[in-house]
Nanobody, 124 residues
Framework: QVQLVESGGGLVQAGGSLRLSCAASGRAASIYTMAWFRQAPGKEREFVGAISRSGGSTLSADSVKGRFTISRDNAKNTMYLQMNSLKPEDTAVYYC?????????????????WGQGTQVTVSS
């Protein structure tokens, strides 16, 4: 089993940048496919991006392509989400997730482990 803790959220102006981190503990992060999701008030949780165990493959939502970059450092058991050109519509609680199967998926049901989330607020 793995425990996930997100950090790096905060308040930023539109056009700004933030980098989120997701630290894994309990088991080596390298055995898990990992992903970022987000949930805005009153909306369903939505997929942001996923990264394979090795970090060699990624999958991103169309809404963040070209602005967000997902990466991981298995030596540090940490996944990252670099967010650039932020927009007010990016405001949400961002969650990291992990799954032991070696495949990239965009559905929340594909992931067994979740962090508590970190708030990102983008002001206009």
């Amino acid at each position: 089993q793995v425990q996930l803790v997100e950090s790096g959220g905060g308040l930023v102006q539109a056009g700004g940048s933030l980098r989120l981190s997701c630290a894994a503990s309990g088991r080596a992060a390298s055995i898990y496919t990992m992903a970022w999701f987000r949930q805005a008030p009153g909306k369903e949780r939505e997929f942001v991006g996923a990264i394979s165990r090795s970090g060699g493959s990624t999958l991103s939502a169309d809404s963040v392509k070209g602005r967000f970059t997902i990466s991981r450092d298995n030596a540090k058991n940490t996944m990252y989400l670099q967010m650039n050109s932020l927009k007010p519509e990016d405001t949400a609680v961002y969650y990291c997730a992990a799954d032991g199967r070696d495949r990239l998926r965009a559905r929340t049901t594909a992931y067994n482990y979740w962090g508590q989330g970190t708030q990102v607020t983008v002001s206009s």
